[in-house]
């Protein structure tokens, strides 16, 4: 057997044994990543919606800059990041660094603007019949926004699970504020980057499968997600 097949038995074995170390790296991963796009969306959402329906001075200039955010490098972001949380840092005093925390501070950066600027399309494509049939009816500000929310959820549902993706395979900003420790803050992405440097590949390999399972799936739903919108 080639040294190509016996590393993917072993790694398929991990997989079905559910290997410990495996596991943890796994939960490590989808624990940093789901908190820091839960924490987006919460931002993210409004933030979204104030920008596609106020009249923001300037407004033109914020959405621009959002849009550049999105091109940001995570390398740049952690690098940010380290210097106010670094021990030198204006924030140091806190501990956060090589901690999950800094991990999530991280990709919520990296994030926001991504879930920003995807809810601000989903809304803009809501009709503005919508907003005027709620207010005809009688509808406070507040309901009208409710109804036209109802309304974009599939295209906002869409913007969260597009950055979920982005986060779970990204791995400048987890090997600089995480520091790949073993057993806290090492994710599927910097354990894959480190058994390649042993030359270890059966856990890099396992780990990439199992990577490569949840961006599938993440995928799937996104699509089905935005089927759903694109057919309302």
Same mark, same amino acid.
């Given at each position: ?7 993917? /038995? ?6 079905? $044994?559910?290997?410990?170390? &495996? +596991? #943890?790296?796994? %939960?490590?991963?989808?624990? =940093? ?18 920008? /596609? ?6 407004? $033109?200039?914020?959405?621009? &800059? +959002? #849009?550049?955010? %999105?091109?940001?490098?995570? =390398? ?157």
């Amino acid at each position: 057997m080639s040294f190509f097949s016996q590393s993917f /038995a072993a790694a398929f074995e991990l997989i079905w $044994r559910l290997d410990a170390e &495996l +596991l #943890n790296i796994v %939960l490590v991963s989808l624990s =940093v990543s789901g908190l820091a796009t839960t924490a987006a969306s919460l931002v993210g959402i409004p933030a979204g919606f104030f920008l /596609a329906y106020s009249n923001l001075p300037g407004r $033109r200039i914020y959405i621009t &800059l +959002l #849009n550049t955010l %999105l091109a940001l490098p995570t =390398v740049v972001i952690g690098l940010f990041v380290y210097m106010f949380i670094s021990r030198r840092g204006l924030f140091g005093s806190l501990g956060l660094l090589y901690t999950q925390k800094a991990i999530i501070i991280g990709q919520f950066i990296l994030i926001v603007p991504l879930v920003t600027a995807l809810t601000i399309a989903a809304i803009s494509r809501v009709d503005e019949r919508y907003r005027s049939t709620a207010k005809t009816l009688g509808a406070n500000a507040w309901q009208t926004a409710l109804v036209v929310l109802r309304e974009a959820r599939f295209g906002i549902a869409a913007a969260v699970i597009s950055a979920f993706g982005r986060v779970i395979s990204e791995i400048g900003i987890s090997m600089m504020l995480g520091g790949n420790i073993k057993g806290y803050t090492r994710t599927m992405t910097t354990a894959m980057a480190l058994e390649y440097d042993k030359g270890s590949f059966t856990l890099a390999i396992a780990l990439g499968l199992v990577l490569m399972s949840l961006s599938l799936l993440v995928n799937i739903v996104f699509q089905i997600v935005q089927g759903r919108s694109r057919a309302r």
